[in-house]
C-alpha cells in the first residue's frame, strides 16, 4: 500500500481567525508505528507539519487489515479545518515485469460469471443489512473490479487475434500511432507491434469506461456504453462509490460516510453489471469473421 495525497488544506487560525493554506507537497508521509492484532498486521501513517502560525498539524491514515484502509484522522488541533487534502491509501501497481507476464485467461466471460456466483453467495450468507456493513463494501467494490477484468480481459483477447483491429489501434489510438522503432528493434522482435499493442492495452485502467468504450469502439467497431441503456448512470454511479469504498474506507471526498451498501443495493448492482457484460459478451460474439492472427 502507499499514501495518495493531493490539492491543499485550509485552516482557519483558532484564534485570530486567519485562513492558511497548506500545499500537498508539504506533507511528508511516513510509516509511524503498527501493532499486531487479531487480523494481523496493523500499520499506522502519518504526515507531521510545523507550520509558523498554526503549530503543530497531523495527518493519519491506519492501515488494516494489510490492504485495508481502516480510519483516517486530520488534528489541527483548536483550528478549523474549512477545506482538506484528498488522501488514503491505495494498491501499489505491480512491477512492469510481473504485469507483462500475467497470463490473459481465455474464458473471461466464464470466469466472470463465477465471480458472480461467489459474492452473490458470499452477500446472501454473510452480508448485512445495514448500508455501512464492511463485508456488503467489499462485495460491492470486487464485482467492480470483476467488471474490469472483463473488459479488459475480453479486448486483449479480440485485439491480439485480428490483425485489423490491431491496425485499427495503432491507426487511432493517441498513444500508440506515436510510437517509434527502430530498426534494430523490429529485427530482434518480429511481434514488437504486437507486444507494444498488448502491453498498452494491460495499462488501461478498465473503470473508466468512457475510455473503455472508445478503445472498444475503435478497435473492434463495437461501442458498449450504449449496451448499458438507461442504467448507464447507476454504471457510472458504482463506479465512483468503488473508488470511495478502495480509497477512502466508505466516506466520500467531503468526510460523510455512505450509507447505501445494503444487501439489496449492492445486489441490485450486481445484477446490472451482470446484465451488461452479458450485453457486451453478445455483441463481442456476433462480431463478423475477425480477421485472424497465425
Same mark, same amino acid.
Given at each position: /500500500?502507499?499514501?495518495?495525497? @493531493?490539492?491543499?488544506?485550509?485552516?482557519?487560525? $483558532?484564534?485570530?481567525?486567519?485562513?492558511?493554506?497548506?500545499?500537498?507537497?508539504?506533507?511528508?508521509?511516513?510509516? &509511524?508505528?503498527?501493532?499486531?492484532?487479531? /487480523?494481523? !498486521?496493523?500499520?499506522h501513517? !502519518?504526515?507531521?507539519?510545523?507550520?509558523? +502560525?498554526?503549530?503543530?498539524?497531523?495527518? @493519519?491514515?491506519?492501515?488494516?487489515?494489510?490492504?485495508?484502509?481502516?480510519?483516517?484522522d486530520?488534528?489541527? $488541533?483548536?483550528?478549523? #479545518? #474549512?477545506?482538506?487534502?484528498?488522501?488514503?491509501?491505495? +494498491?501499489?501497481?505491480?512491477?512492469?515485469?510481473?504485469?507483462? &507476464?500475467?497470463?490473459?485467461?481465455?474464458n473471461?466471460?466464464?470466469?466472470?460469471l463465477?465471480s458472480?456466483?461467489?459474492?452473490?453467495?458470499?452477500?446472501?450468507?454473510?452480508?448485512?443489512?445495514? $448500508?455501512?456493513?464492511?463485508?456488503?463494501? /467489499?462485495?460491492f467494490?470486487h !464485482? *467492480?473490479?470483476?467488471?474490469?477484468?472483463y473488459?479488459?480481459d475480453?479486448?486483449?483477447?479480440?485485439?491480439?487475434?485480428?490483425?485489423?483491429?490491431?491496425?485499427?489501434? *495503432?491507426?487511432?489510438?493517441?498513444?500508440?500511432?506515436?510510437?517509434?522503432?527502430?530498426?534494430?528493434?523490429?529485427?530482434?522482435?518480429?511481434?514488437?507491434?504486437?507486444?507494444?499493442?498488448?502491453?498498452?492495452?494491460? @495499462?488501461?485502467?478498465? +473503470?473508466?469506461l468512457?475510455?473503455?468504450?472508445?478503445?472498444?469502439?475503435?478497435?473492434?467497431?463495437?461501442?458498449?456504453?450504449?449496451?448499458?441503456?438507461?442504467?448507464?448512470?447507476?454504471?457510472?454511479?458504482?463506479?465512483n462509490? %468503488?473508488?470511495?469504498?478502495? +480509497?477512502?474506507? =466508505?466516506?466520500?471526498?467531503? =468526510?460523510?460516510?455512505?450509507?447505501?451498501?445494503?444487501? !439489496?443495493?449492492?445486489?441490485?448492482?450486481?445484477d446490472?453489471?451482470?446484465?451488461?457484460?452479458?450485453?457486451?459478451?453478445?455483441?463481442?460474439? &456476433? %462480431?463478423?469473421?475477425?480477421?485472424? *492472427?497465425?
Amino acid at each position: /500500500m502507499k499514501v495518495y495525497c @493531493s490539492g491543499k488544506a485550509r485552516i482557519r487560525h $483558532g484564534l485570530t481567525g486567519k485562513v492558511n493554506a497548506i500545499g500537498s507537497e508539504e506533507l511528508d508521509w511516513d510509516l &509511524a508505528g503498527g501493532d499486531e492484532r487479531q /487480523m494481523g !498486521q496493523e500499520n499506522h501513517y !502519518q504526515a507531521v507539519v510545523e507550520h509558523p +502560525h498554526l503549530g503543530v498539524l497531523r495527518w @493519519s491514515l491506519w492501515e488494516y487489515p494489510v490492504g485495508i484502509e481502516n480510519h483516517r484522522d486530520s488534528d489541527v $488541533g483548536n483550528h478549523q #479545518i #474549512i477545506e482538506d487534502f484528498d488522501y488514503g491509501l491505495e +494498491h501499489e501497481e505491480p512491477p512492469p515485469d510481473d504485469w507483462a &507476464a500475467y497470463p490473459i485467461p481465455k474464458n473471461p466471460f466464464t470466469i466472470f460469471l463465477q465471480s458472480y456466483g461467489q459474492t452473490r453467495d458470499l452477500l446472501t450468507n454473510h452480508g448485512s443489512f445495514a $448500508g455501512t456493513d464492511l463485508l456488503n463494501r /467489499m462485495v460491492f467494490s470486487h !464485482q *467492480i473490479t470483476a467488471l474490469e477484468a472483463y473488459l479488459g480481459d475480453t479486448l486483449i483477447n479480440e485485439v491480439l487475434g485480428d490483425i485489423h483491429a490491431i491496425t485499427r489501434l *495503432i491507426q487511432n489510438d493517441s498513444d500508440l500511432k506515436q510510437t517509434k522503432f527502430t530498426l534494430p528493434e523490429i529485427a530482434a522482435n518480429p511481434d514488437i507491434v504486437k507486444d507494444q499493442v498488448r502491453d498498452h492495452l494491460r @495499462s488501461i485502467l478498465y +473503470h473508466n469506461l468512457p475510455k473503455v468504450d472508445a478503445l472498444y469502439g475503435i478497435a473492434l467497431q463495437l461501442r458498449i456504453l450504449p449496451l448499458a441503456g438507461s442504467e448507464k448512470d447507476n454504471l457510472f454511479q458504482a463506479v465512483n462509490l %468503488r473508488h470511495d469504498c478502495v +480509497h477512502r474506507n =466508505g466516506v466520500d471526498k467531503d =468526510g460523510n460516510t455512505l450509507t447505501v451498501f445494503d444487501k !439489496q443495493f449492492v445486489q441490485d448492482r450486481a445484477d446490472l453489471i451482470k446484465d451488461f457484460v452479458e450485453k457486451i459478451e453478445n455483441a463481442v460474439r &456476433a %462480431r463478423v469473421f475477425p480477421s485472424a *492472427i497465425p
